[in-house]
Structure formats: structure tokens, C-alpha cells
């Protein structure tokens, strides 16, 4: 979605929203008590590829209103409402995660 606007997995996507994972674990290691390691960096790429799956799937056209740098925004964000922060929750099912996250720009 950050590249274009259409309903496909977007590369850009999965390497802003692995970015986006890795940087919400390391601000929140102290808090959490889980390293970078700890979560490992393959569920976090997979959080990623998933994630970027489901946007695709489940985004809907936004025509000319669609903006490539607000998907950018909404997608690097690692605050506590963030998609960074519900994919790492525990037990955190992907599809829903990414349901409600796309709700929340309703």
C-alpha cells in the first residue's frame, strides 16, 4: 500500500512493518523484559510477511484519497496503538490484528 494503491503484499510494506516490529521491541525491551532475541528475528519477519498479507487482503480501495506517505506513517508507528504493538501482544492472531488496526482509520 505504500508503494501503490492496490490489493497486493507490497515488499515496502513488509520491510517498513519489520522496521516498525524491531524498533517497538527494543523501545519496549525494559517494559516487556523481551529482548530482540528473545522474539526472535524470524516470528518477527514472518509478523511482518503475514501483516502485510492481510493489509492487502483486507484494505479497501481509498481511489483519490489514497496517500502512499500516510501509509507510511500509519504503518512505521510503534506507539501503544500501533499495529507494531497488537502483532507483538501475546497471542495475537495476525488477521484480526490487522482487522481492527484497518477499523481504527475509519
Known sequence: MISA??????IEDVAVLN???IRYVEANQERTDESLVCVGYARILTL???AGAEIALQSTDQGDDW???LWFE???SIDEDSLAAALLADSADVKSVVSDWLLSFE
Not at 5 to 10: L, P, S
Open 48 to 50: 511482518a510477511d503475514q
Open 5 to 10: 494503491n492496490d490489493r497486493t503484499k507490497d
Open 74 to 76: 500509519r504503518i512505521e
Open 19 to 21: 522496521h516498525a516490529l
Open 67 to 69: 496517500d502512499g506517505t
